[in-house]
């Protein structure tokens, strides 16, 4: 029986281009057996508290749980380590976070010990191809500016574009409710009727109902996908 002899946590930072360079925490995981298979893993932890109490989990409690034991039980092992968590976040939280980064080391460990990609341990492929949506806080300052690089990842190839609002850096959107009608209906125009319009407003803004609505209401004309948060 394979079994994992080595469970590692790495908490680690870097600065993510598509966010103005700001820093990003994530959490790694990584499980070796005594077969020599290596299975990774990761949680975007996001802040560095986060990310300290991600990894505090993990080193003092859930890599306990899978040490030792056959990873191709790993669905016998993410039970375990939702009954562990019980009294803190079985539910989510922190400790979904690093439970997801176990699962997902679990589930790579999984298909290199059977050599099956992830799709066919999980039932089969069921398409051919899937539509890609750029996610994306752009660095333009100008209505044109910011409207024609959302249209550049239409142009590569992608189906949809996503945009965040209430970030720091020059694009200024989300603060100004004239300017941010404007900027969406620019950048239909700049993609095209096709193409895929998500907004994300951030948890930066803090949108009441009405303000919502009224937003909601002005992005008409824009034919957003869909408005989140």
């Known amino acids: ?11 680690l930072a870097y600065p993510e281009i598509v ?6 925490h994530i959490v790694i995981v990584r499980l070796e057996t005594d077969t020599g298979h290596v299975g990774w893993g990761e949680c975007v932890a996001i802040f560095r508290e986060n990310a300290a109490s991600v990894t505090a989990l993990l080193r003092h409690g859930l890599l306990d749980i899978v040490h030792g034991r056959n990873p191709l ?20 939280g922190i ?30 492929k069921r398409h051919e191809r899937l539509p890609a949506c750029a996610s ?29 609002f209430g970030k720091h850096g020059k694009a200024n959107l ?9 900027f969406a209906k620019a950048v239909r125009v700049a993609i095209g009727e096709e193409a895929g319009f998500i907004i994300d407003v951030g948890a930066r803004l803090r949108w ?22």
């Open 1 to 11: 029986m394979t079994t994992i002899v080595k469970a590692e946590a790495f908490p």
């Open 174 to 182: 989300g603060f100004d409710a004239m300017r941010d009608i404007e």
């Open 208 to 229: 009441d109902i009405p303000y919502a609505i009224q937003m909601a209401q002005g992005f008409l004309e824009a034919k957003l996908t869909w408005l989140e948060d």
């Open 136 to 164: 994306l806080h752009p660095k333009g300052s100008t209505i044109d500016e910011l409207a024609d690089e959302m249209a550049s990842y239409i142009q590569q190839g992608y189906q949809s574009v996503k945009v965040g």
């Open 73 to 92: 039980e790993n669905q016998i092992l993410w039970d375990e380590m939702r009954n562990r968590v019980w009294w803190y976040g079985d539910i989510g």
């Open 19 to 24: 966010d103005n360079n700001n820093m990003r």
């Open 95 to 124: 400790a979904g976070f690093a439970i997801s980064a176990v699962d997902m080391a679990l589930w790579d460990l999984k298909g290199k010990i059977l050599d099956q990609p992830l799709y066919m341990l999980l039932g089969g």
